[in-house]
């Protein structure tokens, strides 16, 4: 079990640049989910995806951000035109379809010069 | 994470126990759990219970659940230094999505 997998782990841009994250699942695990965690707070919830299928976006996750899973497996988030107020960490979490506890990885830190 | 509510901070001395609150709203949650995040990493799952259940046992760690005034706590027994770590509060929204609502998170230190 190689748990999930996100890269890069860091990501520093200029405001204004684009970004895409990437989240490789458990491989077995046909749902995964996308999280946003800003200094001091809990994981908020932005869009999740069974297998293939975008299922459910948050309100959080304005037109600038953009979501796919292509294959059912891996999974990337792309922020357009970054704004300082993106600068968080990005968590994905997979797991099964019959309510088993989501697994994270270890996040991609974005910080917005 | 408006919807669930923890402490934000405990100290604890090595070897005493540690017990972290968390209240939580939507009676409808299926599953209550505890994650683990230490600086720069992503959330370890603790341990979780299932809303039916009121206890829940695992090695130093002790699950409390009252569904009726949805209150939930997590025990730590014998706290040791590695134990210090901000403890995330998460309930299991909606019934079908299961997508996590989380609180603020409590920040325990663990002084020698």
């Known amino acids: 079990d190689t748990g999930v997998s996100q890269d890069p782990r860091h990501k520093i841009t200029k405001r204004g640049q684009n970004v895409t994250f990437r989240c490789d699942p458990i491989?077995?695990?046909?749902?995964l989910y996308w999280y946003r965690q800003t200094l001091g707070q809990g994981p908020e919830f932005l869009t999740y995806?069974?297998?293939?299928?975008?299922?459910?976006k948050s309100r959080l996750l304005s037109d600038r951000f953009s979501a796919e899973r292509p294959k059912g497996s891996f999974s990337t988030l792309e922020i357009q035109r970054t704004e300082q107020g993106d600068s968080a960490m990005y968590l994905c979490?997979?797991?099964?379809?019959?309510?088993?506890?989501?697994?994270f990885g270890d996040g991609t830190r974005l910080s917005i010069l | 994470g408006e919807d669930v509510e923890q402490s934000l901070f405990l100290s604890v001395r090595e070897g005493d126990s540690s017990v972290i609150n968390c209240t939580y709203t939507?009676?409808?949650?299926?599953?209550l759990y505890w994650y683990k995040q230490e600086p720069g990493a992503g959330l370890q799952l603790l341990t979780y219970?299932?809303?039916?259940?009121d206890m829940k046992q695992d090695q130093r760690l002790t699950v409390l659940l009252n569904k009726k005034d949805k209150h939930l706590s997590l025990r730590i027994a014998d706290t040791q230094t590695g134990d210090s770590a901000i403890y995330f509060c998460?309930?299991?929204?909606?019934?079908?999505?299961?997508?996590?609502?989380f609180g603020a998170g409590t920040t325990v230190t663990v002084r020698a």
């Open positions: 491989s077995e695990h046909n749902r």
């Open positions: 995806f069974q297998n293939e299928a975008q299922l459910e």
């Open positions: 939507d009676s409808s949650s299926t599953y």
């Open positions: 998460a309930e299991s929204m909606g019934s079908n999505d299961y997508k996590l609502s």
């Open positions: 979490a997979s797991t099964t379809t019959d309510n088993q506890p989501q697994h």
């Open positions: 219970i299932f809303s039916n259940m």
